[in-house]
Each structure stands twice: as C-alpha cells, then as structure tokens.
C-alpha cells in the first residue's frame, strides 16, 4: 500500500499544474496523486502532455490515479468539460478520457454519481434529495451510462470505480457492480461519505473490500445539533473514523490498494462557500424513508459511534463544531486564522502520520517517504 493524497486537495496544485505537483507531492512525503479526472491532468487529453506525467510519476516513484468524472446523467450540465471533450457527444468524451487514461496506465478510474452542494444545509445538499426527479431515477439514468461505458471499460482493462459519495449509499453499489460487471467496476472508498447515509464505517468497509480499487481517506466531527447530526471534516484520526479497524479490512482485501487523503482544501485553493454547516437530517421522515437498506443493527452501531465519540467532545479530548472552526483549521468567516497553505500542510502531514501509525501499529506494510522525510 501507499499513501498519497487526491490532486484537488493538494495545496496550489491549480497553480502549480500536474507535473510541478508531482514535485510537490514528494517534497510532502507522501506517496502519490490521484487527480479526480484526466482532465485535470490536461484538459485537451494531449497525448505528449499526459506521457511527460506519467513519466513524472515513474521517475519519482510516485503512483498514479485518474478518474472520469460524475456519470448522473442529471449533473451532466454542471460538468460542461465532459460533454464538450466528446464534441458535444458526453458518452463519446467519456470514452475519449478512458481510453486515454488506459494509455498511460491509469486503469482504475474514479467515478461518482452526483455532487455536493455545500451552500445548502441538510438534505437538499445532496442531489439524493432533488425535487425534480427521484433518486431511483437518477440510479437508473447511472445504471444506464455505465452499461454504456461497460465495453470501452472492458477493451481497455478498465475499472470504473464508484465512490462512496455524499448522496449514494454502498448497498446501492453494490448493485451497480452487480448489474454491471465486477470485471469493469470497483469502488473509490471514502472513509467518512457513508456517515452521511447512517453508515458505520467499519460496517461500510467490511461490505465493499472486495471490490475496493482507490480510495479517499478522510475523516470527520459527527455530533448531534439542532435538525440532526451536525458533519465536520478534520485531520485523519481525530475524527469518529476508526482507522485502526478500517485499514486492516482494505489490506487483507487488496494489498496494492492506494490510500490516498482526501483532506480540507485550503480557502486560497477553494473559497469557502456561505452557511458552510452541514447537516445530517437523520430524524426526519423524508430522510429516514430514503435509506430502506439502513439496518435497525448498523444504526444502532452508527448512533453508538456518535454517542461515544461526543463522550469525547465532553471532555475535551475533541473539539466542538464551534471551537474547531475558531481554530487555525478553521474557515473565514469562522476562522480567528485564515486556513492558507500553512495550515492545509499540517492537516496533510498530521493526516498522514495517523495513518503511517495505524500500518505500523497492525503491520499493515505501507510504502511511503519516512516520518523523518515529512517532517524535514
């Protein structure tokens, strides 16, 4: 296994563009990059331009992972760059981006079923809960692009990887992988998305490792508050996430898997939005109906995490919401401190150490720059 972390999260990666970021990557000591889709790695799919990274990445010994992009067929306008690398045809530019991914190696493809819209609080941040149309017809409508894509996958030694995202739920796919072929799709685990379906992590991983290809490695404040359980990012294992148990699942299942952090971006690479609070509306009907899968067993679990980890906010072990985002990880307005590049690379560093322990501690062999190197 290796550590690295996903290109969108990376500090300055915009700024610096994909080669300059491999630098970047290994003077942070971490073991690789996963760009969420080749585009970001050149937006016209240019051939030498992708050659040169992936020689890059080989030449320093850093990993390499892409993506698609989100294949909801009711997202495809708030994604324009899919339909327009097809010539106005989006099955024709998704196919263009796995092929050309499949040509420098990158094989195991990060896709996603819809997107999340912070501005929003609660459910209606999730496209799960659109008004517009169902969700089951939104799975429907993803069901029928994959089966699209599932040939090109195939011709190419391709797996589309679904991640565990905001709005879908791991039962859910897992019946993708089931109707559309284990032999071209996986799944992206993010290691803290389910606690917005009610997921237990450990139960979520035990159910997907098998078919686990990339992963985000995440972790989050989950805390009750008015409307239901407020959601809060924070650096790896000072969270509700218990690494400990979820690391040694991914490894037994795959010991090549790629761990790659998917930590705060800093508000210089991605301005943070109004009413940034997230809410999980669990005790609402509306939400409650929409999770048929949700066991009373792994709810009870989930509502037991929850409880145990606000023993901890109780005694101080844990900041709160209010005082983690006055902190200097925080965000305007929030923040006493702005989170610039300075703190993001803490969060990075602290993020990857918890993870360096947890290998070392259950001798989970992980490739990776030394503590020492990180540190420097």
């Given at each position: 296994?290796?550590?690295?972390?996903?290109?969108?999260?990376?500090?300055?990666?915009?700024?610096?563009?994909?080669?300059?970021?491999?630098?970047h990557?290994?003077?942070?000591?971490l073991?690789?990059?996963?760009?969420s889709?080749?585009?970001?790695?050149?937006?016209?799919?240019?051939?030498?331009?992708?050659?040169?990274?992936?020689?890059?990445?080989?030449?320093?010994?850093?990993?390499?992972?892409?993506?698609?992009?989100?294949?909801?067929?009711?997202?495809?306008?708030?994604?324009p760059?899919?339909?327009?690398?097809?010539?106005?045809?989006?099955?024709?530019?998704?196919?263009?981006?796995?092929?050309a991914?499949?040509?420098?190696?990158?094989?195991?493809?990060?896709v996603?079923?819809?997107?999340?819209?912070?501005?929003?609080?609660?459910?209606?941040?999730?496209?799960?809960?659109?008004?517009?149309?169902?969700?089951?017809?939104?799975?429907?409508a993803?069901?029928?692009?994959?089966l699209?894509?599932?040939?090109?996958?195939?011709?190419?030694?391709?797996?589309?990887?679904?991640?565990?995202?905001?709005?879908?739920?791991?039962?859910?796919?897992?019946?993708?992988?089931?109707?559309?072929?284990?032999?071209?799709?996986?799944?992206?685990?993010?290691?803290?998305?389910?606690?917005?379906?009610?997921?237990?992590?450990?139960?979520?991983a035990?159910?997907?490792?098998?078919?686990?290809?990339?992963?985000?490695?995440?972790?989050?404040?989950?805390?009750?508050?008015?409307?239901?359980?407020?959601?809060?990012?924070?650096?790896?294992?000072?969270?509700?996430?218990?690494?400990?148990?979820?690391?040694?699942?991914?490894?037994?299942?795959?010991?090549?898997?790629?761990?790659?952090?998917?930590v705060?971006?800093?508000?210089?690479?991605?301005?943070?939005?109004?009413?940034?609070?997230?809410?999980?509306?669990?005790?609402?009907?509306?939400?409650?109906?929409?999770?048929?899968?949700?066991?009373?067993?792994?709810?009870?679990?989930?509502?037991?995490?929850?409880?145990?980890?606000?023993?901890?906010?109780?005694?101080?072990?844990?900041?709160?919401w209010?005082?983690?985002?006055?902190?200097?990880?925080?965000?305007?307005?929030?923040?006493?401190?702005?989170?610039?590049?300075?703190?993001?690379?803490?969060?990075?560093?602290?993020?990857?150490?918890?993870?360096?322990?947890?290998?070392?501690?259950?001798?989970?062999?992980?490739?990776?720059?030394?503590?020492?190197?990180?540190?420097?």
């Open positions: 296994m290796r550590l690295g972390i996903d290109g969108q999260k990376l500090p300055e990666a915009r700024k610096r563009g994909p080669l300059k970021s491999l630098d990557v290994k003077e942070l000591g073991g690789g990059i996963f760009f889709t080749i585009l970001d790695m050149s937006e016209t799919l240019d051939k030498c331009a992708l050659a040169d990274i992936r020689a890059k990445a080989d030449e320093l010994g850093l990993y390499l992972e892409a993506g698609v992009g989100k294949i909801n067929p009711y997202c495809s306008a708030e994604a760059e899919f339909r327009a690398i097809g010539d106005g045809d989006t099955i024709r530019g998704f196919t263009r981006m796995i092929e991914s499949a040509a420098i190696g990158c094989r195991e493809l990060w996603s079923p819809g997107n999340f819209k912070s501005e929003y609080r609660g459910r209606l941040a999730n496209d799960r809960f659109r008004t517009d149309v169902t969700w089951d017809e939104q799975l429907l993803i069901e029928k692009v994959l699209k894509l599932a040939p090109v996958a195939r011709a190419n030694g391709v797996h589309l990887n679904m991640e565990t995202h905001d709005e879908i739920t791991s039962f859910e796919i897992l019946r993708l992988i089931e109707k559309v072929g284990e032999d071209c799709m996986g799944v992206v685990f993010d290691t803290a998305n389910g606690l917005q379906r009610a997921e237990h992590p450990v139960f979520a035990k159910r997907v490792a098998p078919y686990v290809r990339q992963t985000h490695i995440k972790d989050a404040y989950v805390g009750h508050a008015s409307g239901g359980l407020d959601f809060q990012t924070r650096p790896v294992g000072r969270g509700i996430v218990d690494f400990a148990a979820i690391i040694p699942i991914l490894a037994k299942a795959n010991p090549n898997l790629n761990l790659s952090l998917e705060a971006a800093s508000v210089e690479d991605k301005p943070r939005k109004a009413n940034p609070r997230q809410c999980i509306e669990i005790n609402d009907p509306i939400w409650r109906a929409s999770h048929p899968d949700l066991t009373a067993e792994e709810l009870e679990a989930y509502l037991a995490l929850v409880d145990g980890f606000e023993k901890r906010v109780a005694v101080g072990e844990i900041p709160d209010e005082t983690y985002e006055t902190s200097q990880y925080g965000y305007p307005p929030y923040a006493q401190q702005s989170y610039g590049y300075g703190e993001a690379v803490e969060f990075i560093k602290s993020s990857a150490r918890h993870i360096e322990e947890v290998c070392t501690k259950y001798g989970v062999p992980l490739s990776t720059p030394s503590t020492k190197q990180r540190a420097a």
